[in-house]
């Protein structure tokens, strides 16, 4: 038997920038965990009910915030699921939001010296794509290994008078990217947040708008300060971070690492997330999975034998992109006339969530997976192209034969 039930985070407003919510103390729980919680009992209820025996396996699938729903669950109620296919979660609460105004605050005023304008933050990736890709063995227009990739921005640096200043950086202008391709860290070194991977759009995330990112406006006067009085960016400093911490709004964050609990239950967790994920930086599943490993290992557990993380090179944030197949059936994944599935590969091979119900129920871990990108995200149309994700930290290395054939990768 089979139950799918979607819930609102306990708040309806389909503006997802808008976090007016939060002034009620109530709907912020709701958004945190309650929702999530409740919806789960509820819907449990209403299957033994419906089918007239209680449900054998229980999973969850979900991206971005739903990523971080399933994972908050988990620790907080480790007996709700036997399997989470989570992808690119919102984890990092008290921090992601600041983070991505902090970023863009990096990039202002536009009338600076080092503002960097968004058609010059398109030639900074081109020079990005055309450094990293053959880094990776292949040049196929994707960034295979964007952490293992040695960028030099100083090919872009402006030389004297006459360089074209639409296709080059200026001394100030570097000292922008160079903030906003390293991590965000306290004065001491501890990281507040990690930068996006090399080959993520920059104006995704630098921007270039007069204000910082509104994301990071609402988690500070709604969320923080409880108020709709516009927030002073000119005081901005990490006192900000810190009273985030404390506060923990919603107690939304699934930061208790130890889920050896869920562990020992016979729980199992497939993780992906877009290394070009231009929302939630993938690096900050990476140390999610790394904070989590060192957790579980007083207890003597291995991450490969119940927890396993899949990177997805090129992709956006939980779908999308050009050139690097990505698609493997998870939630928010959207190719044309799908509801579910993986047209022509839905075997556990390629859907994660099969994967993912395979591992629980026989105990046959996933490998690797295979990704799938259709022609124009269209079944309909053939496959462009198949390439497999490998379990963290594994990567796909090219071996012989056609790029876009899986059979032509191995993970190392």
């Known amino acids: ?46 299957s033994a009910a419906y089918y007239g025996q209680n449900h054998k396996y229980s999973y969850y699938s979900g991206c971005s915030t739903g990523g971080r729903q399933g994972l908050r ?13 989570v992808g690119a979660p919102a984890w990092w609460i ?18 600076s010296s080092h503002h960097i304008s968004a058609a010059l933050q398109n030639v900074i990736n081109d020079e990005i794509l055309k450094q990293c890709d053959p880094q990776d063995g292949i040049t196929d227009k994707v960034i295979m290994n964007p952490e293992g990739c040695v ?89 900000v971070v810190r009273l985030a911490e404390a506060i923990d709004p919603g107690n939304a ?53 119940f927890y396993r993380f899949f990177p997805i090179a090129g992709m956006s944030h939980c779908s999308g992109s050009q050139y690097s197949p990505w698609y493997i059936g998870g939630a928010s994944q959207v190719v044309t006339n799908v509801s579910h599935g993986v047209p022509g590969f839905d075997d556990s091979q390629h859907n994660g969530l099969l994967a993912l119900m395979r591992w629980v129920e026989n105990g046959t871990a996933p490998e690797k997976l295979v990704a799938t990108k259709y022609n124009d995200d269209n079944p309909a149309k053939g496959v462009y192209g198949q390439r497999p994700l490998c379990p963290y930290p594994k990567q796909p290395v090219y071996t012989h034969g056609k790029v876009n054939s899986a059979n032509s990768w191995k993970c190392s």
């Open 73 to 85: 669950e988990m620790q907080l109620n480790p007996e709700a699921f036997d399997g989470l296919f």
């Open 253 to 305: 964050s699934p930061d208790d690492f130890d889920i050896s609990a869920f562990q020992k239950r016979g729980g199992k967790v497939i993780h992906w997330h877009g290394q070009a994920d231009p929302i939630i930086p993938f690096r900050s599943s990476t140390y999610f999975y790394e904070q989590t490993a060192s957790s579980v290992a007083p207890h003597d557990i291995e991450m490969d034998d």
């Open 151 to 239: 960028f030099n921005p100083l090919t872009l640096l402006c030389e004297g008078a006459a360089a074209n200043a639409s296709a080059c950086i200026t001394r100030p202008q570097l000292d922008t990217l160079y903030k906003a391709l390293h991590d965000w860290t306290y004065f001491d070194g501890t990281l507040i947040f990690p930068a996006p991977s090399l080959g993520t759009p920059l104006v995704a995330y630098v921007g270039d708008s007069p204000d910082p990112n509104p994301m990071g406006t609402g988690m500070i006067e709604h969320l923080l300060l409880n108020t709709t009085q516009p927030y002073d960016w000119s005081t901005f400093n990490e006192s």
């Open 1 to 46: 038997m089979q139950l799918t039930q979607k819930q609102d985070t306990g708040h309806d407003n389909p503006n997802p920038l808008d976090s007016t919510f939060a002034l009620n103390k109530g709907s912020l729980e709701n958004w945190g965990w309650r929702a999530m919680h409740g919806s789960i009992l509820v819907g449990k209820a209403l």
């Open 94 to 111: 008290p921090h992601l939001g600041i983070y991505t105004s902090q970023v863009t605050l990096g990039n202002l005023p536009q009338n």
